[in-house]
């Protein structure tokens, strides 16, 4: 029985336990329709002082024309006394009499219903600031909902931002590499293409005999008579422009 009695106890637990985190998980659902209730019933509460106001509103009417037969009376008496017609004047009494036996009823009655009115008004006024407000808070809970939400959804997609943002990076290297290369290989080929223009101008050259080998046998020989040629020209030019003077013989 002892077990019995706790496993009943359990399943009530887990009820309650999975009931709460229904709750929790809908409460702003739950609260949006509380509120909604909360503003059917203020809205019944409106309705029935509207009517308590309507039917204060003819018992106040009511009394007004009571109020004229009782003067009206009134002045039939006070008449009636003056002429010595008391007979009269009781008779007129009689008929005063329940009217103004009602006239009490009713004013209370009235009475009652004004402060009834002025009850229910304040408190529709206290239901109605406390709904506004209630409202004002749930529209700044579902905001805070929202942004938390974002933020989870920020924090679970940044679980696997660090392998990501690892393999962009590669990714990224990778595609420097490449253009590297490639920016390296195009350096290359215009280099040697300008190489391969200079060795077909020269070859052409050559071919022409306008180019001369520097480091030919016959080229370093030529280089070394030149500077002698030179000198040899130099000493026939000024031997041209100064003849020997003969020495005159004198007597």
């Not at 709460?20 to 909604?36: F, H, P, S, W, Y």
């Not at 219903?113 to 809970?141: N, Y």
């Not at 030529?222 to 005159?248: G, N, W």
Request: hydrophobic share 40%; aromatic share 2%; glycine share 6%.
């Amino acid at each position: 029985m002892s077990i019995l009695s706790k496993l009943f106890t359990l399943l009530r637990g887990v009820a309650t336990e999975s009931g709460q985190k229904v709750v929790d998980a809908n409460a702003l659902t739950i609260l949006d329709q509380e509120i909604r209730d909360t503003s059917t019933e203020l809205n019944r509460a409106r309705e029935e002082l509207t009517k308590l106001m309507a039917q204060g509103k003819l018992a106040q009417q009511k009394m007004d024309a009571r109020a004229g037969k009782i003067a009206e009376y009134g002045r039939y008496i006070e008449g009636a006394l003056a002429k010595g017609d008391e007979a009269l004047a009781r008779e007129v009494a009689g008929r005063l009499a329940p009217l103004e036996a009602e006239q009490q009823t009713d004013q209370a009655n009235l009475a009652q219903l004004e402060r009834s009115i002025g009850t229910l008004k304040a408190t529709i006024g206290k239901a109605e600031t406390q709904l506004k407000g209630l409202r004002s808070q749930v529209d700044t809970v579902r905001a805070t909902a929202s942004v938390q939400r974002a933020q989870v959804a920020i924090a679970a997609r940044s679980v696997g931002t660090g392998s990501k943002m690892g393999s962009a990076l590669e990714s990224l290297e990778r595609i420097k590499q490449r253009q590297a290369e490639t920016a390296a290989r195009l350096e290359a080929s215009e280099e040697l293409q300008s190489q391969t223009g200079d060795a077909d101008l020269e070859r052409k050259l050559a071919d022409a005999g306008l180019l001369q080998d520097g480091s030919s046998a016959d080229t370093i020989l030529a280089r070394y008579k030149k500077p002698a040629q030179l000198d040899h020209q130099t000493v026939e030019v000024r031997q041209i422009e100064m003849p020997d003077r003969v020495p005159s013989n004198r007597s």
